[in-house]
């Protein structure tokens, strides 16, 4: 990997909030092993005053498969995987985690956020899901922010392949530059991780009901490292807890088990670039 100047010239995202909701939106390989970091991010923010709320979402339950590969054991086999992940690190922490056991739907994510109907509650999607249509739903949740210059919605995506894997940063389904100008304080706002990487939003063959792909071809495409989900995990947990403690100034992590992980940085040139791509092409609904 070549070096990147960009750390020397990158500004952090600046917000104003006083109380956090996380939601984790897909709660398999990835979620699962994020929501513990979660949760201590929460308690820390807890403890230094922030109110702070969690949300997990997944419809799926836990499968024999899924206590390898997935962080849930024998004895949690049947359950739902959202509930049974809350109902565990509530019990251990003694903090409230809220289970949604359904498909998210963007609608869940009003313009002040529903919990306490407080205008100043930031709303942290981490999404960990493995198809475009989950990544759809969370591009749209963005659409909250449309007629607010500071974004109080952001989404964390993470997602990888065998050995490989990104995390990508954003608040705002915006193509235009202008949009992206920094201020003194720092960075507003970001482009949606739909925005800085279109194909995420674009399904699969194999994630088509209609497709052709054989048993053995489907299961090469879902072969991957032991450990892949567990370091995009703590990746997004890194990028999260920068974000709400005023920290974060990059945007974008592209990691490799075997060549470690490189940083797009919140600069005016990358984040340019980043929307220079998807200016002509990206034509996803806002709501």
């Known amino acids: 990997m070549s070096l990147n100047y960009d750390i020397v010239e990158a500004v952090p995202v600046t917000l104003v909030y006083d109380r956090v909701h996380f939601w984790i939106v897909g709660c398999g390989g990835t979620g699962s092993f994020l929501v513990g970091l979660v949760v201590r991010i929460a308690l820390d923010l807890i403890h230094s005053g922030k109110p702070t709320k969690i949300t997990l979402v997944d419809p799926d339950r836990v499968e024999a498969k899924n206590t390898i590969r997935q962080c849930f054991c024998e ?5 739902n995987k959202a509930q049974t992940l809350a109902l565990r690190y509530s019990l251990a ?3 409230e985690i809220e289970a949604v056991p359904l498909a998210f739907q963007p609608q869940w994510i009003t313009y002040q956020s529903y919990w306490g109907d407080r205008p ?7 999404g960990c899901v493995d198809r475009a249509s989950g990544r759809r739903s969370l591009h749209q949740a963005l659409d909250r922010n449309h007629y607010r210059s500071q ?3 952001w989404w964390i995506d993470a997602g990888n392949g065998d050995r490989h894997g990104q995390v990508l940063v954003g ?5 235009e530059p202008n949009d992206y100008r920094f201020t003194k304080l720092g960075c507003l706002s970001l482009p949606s991780p739909g925005i800085q990487a279109p194909e995420l939003l674009v399904d699969k ?3 088509l009901q209609e497709n052709r792909l054989s048993c053995a071809e489907l299961a ?5 490292n032991l450990v892949i989900n567990a370091q995009a995990a703590t990746v997004a947990a890194a990028l999260a807890l920068d974000l709400v403690n005023g920290e974060l100034t990059r945007f ?3 990691f490799d088990l075997r060549s470690g992980t490189e940083h797009r940085y919140i600069t005016q040139k990358a984040v340019n670039e980043a929307i220079a791509s998807s200016a002509q092409t990206n034509s996803m609904p806002s709501g």
Not at 220 to 224: M, N, V
């Open 205 to 207: 063959p194999e994630e």
């Open 75 to 79: 004895a949690e086999i049947g359950r």
């Open 220 to 224: 090469r495409l879902d072969r991957q």
């Open 252 to 254: 974008a992590a592209y």
């Open 93 to 95: 922490h003694s903090i």
């Open 171 to 175: 608040s705002s389904l915006s193509v």
């Open 120 to 126: 100043n509650t930031l709303t942290v999607l981490i």
């Open 151 to 153: 974004k109080s919605v």
